[in-house]
């Protein structure tokens, strides 16, 4: 039997109805903006880690580290779609005969684009302005981190007590350490706690008994420089993509380069 007009105005009203009462639902659920990315230890220490909070909070979009990877198979990995962009502290012709040396398959070689970010990164070691210690060996850096020091006369310095000044959140100045310094001992539990290279810069200006490191573009003005072995993470880091970088990546960049440029390397 056909139906009338006004079982069809009937129908038409209950699909209506159902429209419209899924719609809050759908409406509720958001979209969550990420950017996936591949990296190795070096530059995820230096470039990511240290601005994830930051950026996340002001872009709303989760930086998500799907993998840590050498270069050569990350680019595998984001020839077959498995991440948004790669980071590498590594020359892109580089990366690119490692690829080819394992005979990594890339069906996408010809729209790969690689840009850099940044060159190395260098840390400076810090004491309070009146310490009369000017330099440190790597020795003495391991004694002091590792928490065996623990009065700068063992370093020819006043005999004070020595405290290390530690951000909550430095992993660069942590990768740099272990991989410069530390030689497989752990780092001192007895710090004093504080957020970021300016915390650490403003703690170790307000006691005379105070040491850190921090990036070497940190405002240094107001402590002591201490002469010590070269700390530094190597570069240049690179993005790597498959085609233009995209949008949720472009602001990445821009927060890397902008606002977010103070946190590199810590």
Not at 56 to 63: Q, V
Not at 80 to 87: E, H, K, N, R
Not at 96 to 102: G, N, P, S, V
Not at 159 to 186: C, F, K, N, Q
Request: a neutral charge; hydrophobic letters at 50%.
């Amino acid at each position: 039997m056909p139906l009338g007009i006004r079982h069809i105005q009937t129908l038409l009203g209950v699909v209506l109805a159902l429209v419209l009462l899924a719609q809050p639902a759908h409406a509720a659920q958001r979209r969550i903006e990420m950017i996936r990315l591949h990296g190795d230890p070096q530059s995820l220490a230096a470039l990511v880690f240290p601005l994830k909070d930051a950026f996340e909070k002001a872009t709303g979009i989760r930086l998500v580290v799907t993998a840590q990877l050498s270069p050569a198979w990350a680019m595998a990995e984001i020839d077959q779609g498995a991440c948004d962009g790669i980071l590498a502290a590594a020359p892109f012709e580089e990366i690119m005969r490692q690829t080819l040396e394992r005979k990594l398959l890339l069906r996408n070689r010809a729209l790969i684009q690689h840009q850099q970010l940044h060159e190395d990164v260098e840390y400076r070691v810090i004491a309070n302005a009146q310490n009369p210690v000017s330099s440190l060996t790597e020795k003495q850096l391991r004694k002091i981190f590792s928490g065996r020091y623990r009065n700068w006369d063992d370093v020819d310095g006043a005999d004070a007590p020595l405290s290390v000044v530690w951000g909550a959140w430095s992993t660069g100045t942590a990768w740099v350490l272990a991989d410069r310094i530390m030689a497989g001992e752990e780092l001192t539990k007895a710090v004093v706690p504080t957020e970021g290279p300016v915390g650490v810069v403003r703690e170790v200006a307000a006691s005379a008994s105070a040491i850190g490191i921090v990036p070497a573009t940190a405002d240094l003005r107001s402590v002591n420089t201490l002469r010590a072995p070269e700390l530094a993470i190597k570069g240049p880091f690179i993005l790597v993509t498959v085609g233009f970088p995209s949008p949720n990546l472009l602001r990445l960049i821009k927060f890397m380069k902008s606002e977010g440029q103070h946190l590199i390397g810590y």
